[in-house]
């Protein structure tokens, strides 16, 4: 290695319980309290709100597209209009995707390599190659991101086992040449994905090979993967279970795309940190009402003279200041303001979420508190 090393920013573990812990990863732009819900802002934006409507709603980072935003409006622009956090005006720490998984699920073709992925836009139908060193560019050069993502094969579900194999050990050539196009920064960082499957011997050869590269300095964290694909909810843990034991204690863990609030409260019992997912902006835009005891759907009847709010235990005005019945008319009558109202009220609970979790962990109360969480999510 060169005079510098690679920023793995400090990871302060204030207090855990069993596997969950919660503590503070901090970064050059800001404290990311853990666990933390990073609400997507997929084309520099989260759908619905204003930045400080995600800020004031108790969002410390936000993830950002490399896949939407490279095909629009272009990296290389958004680096000209002074980078992701200026561009889109958030001030904090933004975490980009690698643009993998969008590959894999967008793209109308695409043709996987060694060297990379050929792709055609969803867009247009033009046609770009994203490499492991164009991705790196792209998330830290051109974006400015805090934290970038290892360009990654996402593995579908269900897979065979050779095929699970083979894209895994892809993924961790691909990681080893993003770390070297990565280099030694002060102010950024690096995660690696680790893939595998539902198969414990690849996920555990995934994660040790990960945490033992050590170019250019090595992982500033390590995600999880390939989940959230169909796989189902018990599949999902059962993974975590196989994996989380062989990632560092003194690094943040995240687990990609999920999740809905069950998920989030199983995975942090399970000892990850991080997490993104659009459910709260697209169940948004959907009529969907996010709640302790799931969702409700506000389209329904009878909230058609309901005049109590959306959720008097969530400190938001989102929450707080419009009625079931008006929101109700909103969404029926297809006005935004419904579907903005709903946005910001379920990022709000999904922040409020993780800050009880937060606050259980350091009562040592979470075990208590995620018996109470599944016993009163309503299953129907």
Same mark, same amino acid.
């Given at each position: 290695?060169?005079?510098?090393?690679?920023?793995?920013?400090?990871?302060?573990?204030?207090?855990?319980?069993?596997?969950?812990?919660?503590?503070?990863?901090?970064?050059?732009?800001?404290?990311?309290? @853990?666990?933390?819900? #990073?609400?997507?802002?997929? =084309?520099?934006? *989260? %759908?619905? +709100?204003?930045?400080?409507?995600?800020? /004031?709603?108790?969002?410390?980072?936000?993830?950002?597209? @490399?896949?939407?935003? #490279?095909?629009?409006?272009? =990296?290389?622009? *958004? %680096?000209? +209009?002074?980078?992701?956090?200026?561009? /889109?005006?958030?001030?904090?720490?933004?975490?980009?995707?690698?643009?993998?998984?969008?590959?894999?699920?967008?793209?109308?073709?695409? %043709?996987?390599?060694?060297?990379?992925?050929?792709?055609?836009?969803?867009?247009?139908?033009?046609?770009?190659?994203?490499?492991?060193?164009?991705?790196?560019?792209?998330?830290?050069?051109?974006?400015?991101?805090?934290?970038?993502?290892?360009?990654?094969?996402?593995?579908?579900?269900?897979?065979?086992?050779?095929?699970?194999?083979?894209?895994?050990?892809?993924?961790?050539?691909?990681?080893?040449?993003?770390?070297?196009?990565?280099?030694?920064?002060?102010?950024?960082?690096?995660?690696?994905?680790?893939?595998?499957?539902?198969?414990?011997?690849?996920?555990?050869?995934?994660?040790?090979?990960?945490?033992?590269?050590?170019?250019?300095?090595?992982?500033?964290?390590?995600?999880?993967?390939?989940?959230?694909?169909?796989?189902?909810?018990?599949?999902?843990?059962?993974?975590?279970?196989?994996?989380?034991?062989?990632?560092?204690?003194?690094?943040?863990?995240?687990?990609?795309?999920?999740?809905?609030?069950?998920?989030?409260?199983?995975?942090?019992?399970?000892?990850?940190?991080?997490?993104?997912?659009?459910?709260?902006?697209?169940?948004?835009?959907?009529?969907?009402?996010?709640?302790?005891?799931?969702?409700?759907?506000?389209?329904?009847?009878?909230?058609?003279?309901?005049?109590?709010?959306?959720?008097?235990?969530?400190?938001?005005?989102?929450?707080?200041?419009?009625?079931?019945?008006?929101?109700?008319?909103?969404?029926?009558?297809?006005?935004?303001?419904?579907?903005?109202?709903?946005?910001?009220?379920?990022?709000?609970?999904?922040?409020?979420?993780?800050?009880?979790?937060?606050?259980?962990?350091?009562?040592?109360?979470?075990?208590?508190?995620?018996?109470?969480?599944?016993?009163?999510?309503?299953?129907?």
């Amino acid at each position: 290695m060169g005079g510098g090393v690679m920023a793995k920013f400090p990871f302060d573990i204030h207090a855990s319980e069993g596997k969950a812990r919660t503590g503070v990863l901090k970064t050059p732009r800001g404290d990311i309290r @853990t666990p933390a819900f #990073m609400p997507v802002g997929t =084309a520099g934006t *989260v %759908k619905g +709100l204003y930045m400080d409507q995600v800020r /004031g709603a108790g969002s410390d980072i936000i993830l950002g597209n @490399t896949y939407h935003l #490279m095909l629009r409006p272009g =990296a290389e622009r *958004v %680096k000209r +209009l002074g980078g992701l956090h200026k561009f /889109g005006g958030w001030e904090g720490p933004i975490l980009t995707d690698s643009g993998g998984f969008q590959v894999w699920s967008l793209s109308k073709l695409r %043709k996987m390599s060694e060297a990379g992925v050929e792709f055609q836009s969803h867009l247009d139908g033009s046609k770009h190659m994203l490499t492991p060193e164009r991705s790196i560019e792209i998330q830290a050069d051109l974006l400015g991101a805090d934290i970038s993502m290892q360009l990654d094969e996402c593995t579908g579900y269900p897979s065979p086992y050779h095929a699970a194999k083979s894209s895994m050990e892809l993924s961790l050539r691909w990681g080893q040449r993003s770390l070297a196009a990565f280099g030694e920064r002060e102010n950024q960082t690096l995660f690696a994905i680790v893939q595998g499957s539902t198969f414990s011997d690849l996920r555990q050869a995934s994660a040790e090979a990960s945490v033992a590269d050590t170019t250019a300095g090595g992982y500033g964290g390590f995600a999880i993967g390939g989940l959230a694909v169909g796989e189902g909810h018990e599949a999902m843990c059962e993974t975590l279970d196989l994996t989380v034991p062989h990632l560092p204690q003194d690094r943040p863990r995240y687990l990609m795309g999920v999740g809905k609030p069950i998920d989030l409260v199983e995975a942090v019992y399970r000892g990850v940190d991080m997490f993104d997912c659009v459910i709260p902006t697209r169940s948004g835009r959907h009529g969907q009402v996010w709640t302790d005891e799931g969702p409700y759907n506000i389209k329904k009847a009878e909230f058609a003279e309901d005049d109590s709010p959306l959720d008097a235990s969530i400190v938001s005005p989102a929450s707080q200041n419009y009625s079931k019945a008006y929101v109700h008319h909103l969404i029926r009558s297809q006005e935004l303001l419904g579907a903005m109202i709903l946005s910001w009220h379920n990022i709000a609970y999904f922040q409020d979420l993780m800050a009880r979790m937060r606050a259980a962990i350091a009562k040592n109360e979470f075990e208590v508190f995620a018996q109470r969480f599944r016993a009163n999510l309503n299953h129907t």
